[in-house]
């Protein structure tokens, strides 16, 4: 199992998942000692980080669990945008990501997807339907009482964004989720001005930043594999006919 795991990923991928666990379990030692439901989340989203980050649709399975675990801290600081865009559109996003990926396995490896692109069509689409999400939300946040409700709409907007690209199987989702990641940091730090215990999830969403970029990195790397496999396939098909 230990050597299928250093065959899979790479030295850096695992020096990166080793760091981003190392800061995730200081920061709750030094702030935290209490919550375990966020030290729980925050080490599974590490890991999905780079399991999607190699295009695996465990990732997906992670992101499942996530979703569940962050919606129910969000409600524990009354950011309600935070507990209803991941229990309301990640988590059922990542359903049908999940779908997605397992439905266009590259070469018929399962452990990594194809990769998409999406037209400049869709992409006015994309962000046509975010801007409504995003208006319809702001007043539900409104009418829930969301604490800091102009940055957790837009958390809305950029997480819309990165889950649509992710079912869509886009590089570009790590890019929108980087985006997100950075709105997490300031929704939170927000957060722990009132309770430091929060600084640990400040910590967790720094981590998830540097994973996404990482991510967005992996995937173009992914791409050019990809369709220089596919090239040497259609080269071979021209050869052989």
């Not at 966020?38 to 992670?62: D, H, W």
């Not at 559109?89 to 396995?105: E, G, K, Q």
Request: aromatic share 16%.
């Amino acid at each position: 199992m230990l050597k299928q795991i250093k065959d899979y990923f790479s030295k850096g991928e695992l020096m990166l998942w080793g760091i981003s666990t190392l800061c995730v379990l200081i920061s709750f030692f030094m702030f935290d000692r209490e919550n375990y439901l966020a030290l729980s989340a925050s080490l599974i989203g590490v890991t999905y980080l780079i399991l999607n980050a190699k295009g695996n649709p465990i990732g997906q399975v992670l992101v499942i669990i996530f979703s569940l675990l962050y919606g129910i801290i969000s409600y524990s600081f009354s950011y309600y945008g935070e507990m209803v865009t991941y229990l309301g559109m990640t988590m059922p996003m990542a359903v049908f990501a999940l779908i997605s990926w397992l439905r266009n396995p590259f070469n018929g490896n399962k452990s990594e997807v194809t990769v998409n692109s999406i037209s400049r069509r869709e992409a006015i689409f994309m962000s046509v339907l975010m801007l409504a999400v995003t208006i319809l939300f702001f007043f539900i946040l409104q009418a829930f009482g969301t604490a800091n409700i102009f940055p957790s709409t837009l958390s809305v907007a950029t997480s819309f964004i990165a889950v649509y690209l992710t079912f869509r199987r886009s590089p570009f989702y790590a890019v929108a989720y980087a985006a997100n990641d950075i709105v997490l940091i300031v929704l939170w730090i927000m957060a722990s001005i009132a309770d430091t215990r929060y600084i640990s999830v400040v910590v967790c969403f720094s981590v998830f930043l540097i994973n996404d970029i990482y991510s967005f990195f992996s995937w173009q790397n992914m791409r050019k594999r990809q369709m220089a496999v596919r090239n040497k396939s259609i080269h071979f098909e021209h050869t052989k006919v």
